[in-house]
Nanobody, 121 residues
Framework: QVQLVESGGGLVRAGGSLSLSCAAS????????MGWYRQAPGNQRELVAG???????TYADSVKGRFTISRNIVNNTMYLQMNSLKPEDTAVYYC???????????????WGQGTQVTVSS
């Protein structure tokens, strides 16, 4: 199976930075997409940043120019570098991978456990 373990969340002041990591373990034969969602209380879960199968990156308008998604294929880790943080960025951040595991018949979405990011004003 696949496990995604997140780290890097915490409490920062507005204007500060955080870097989130999502380390994947298990056997994935192919990956269709990966990225990060976030969810604040009372809000829907929204896509923050994603990487498509062709390597194309996508960002929510609210984070463009401030957040950067990246991946390290060697260590099976993806990152979300968050700069110039705003109180509106406060949420639980979840990483995900859409992929096919060895022996699987179709791709599935795998989720990290979530990590809290709190930005104080």
């Amino acid at each position: 199976q696949v496990q995604l373990v997140e780290s890097g969340g915490g409490l920062v002041r507005a204007g500060g930075s955080l870097s989130l990591s999502c380390a994947a373990s298990g056997s994935i034969v192919s990956i269709n997409a990966m990225g990060w969602y976030r969810q604040a209380p009372g809000n829907q879960r929204e896509l923050v940043a994603g990487i498509g199968s062709g390597g194309t990156t996508t960002y929510a308008d609210s984070v463009k120019g401030r957040f950067t998604i990246s991946r390290n294929i060697v260590n099976n880790t993806m990152y979300l570098q968050m700069n110039s943080l705003k109180p509106e960025d406060t949420a639980v951040y979840y990483c995900y991978v859409d992929g096919l595991v060895r022996g699987g018949r179709y791709p599935l979405r795998y989720w990290g456990q979530g990590t809290q990011v709190t930005v104080s004003s």
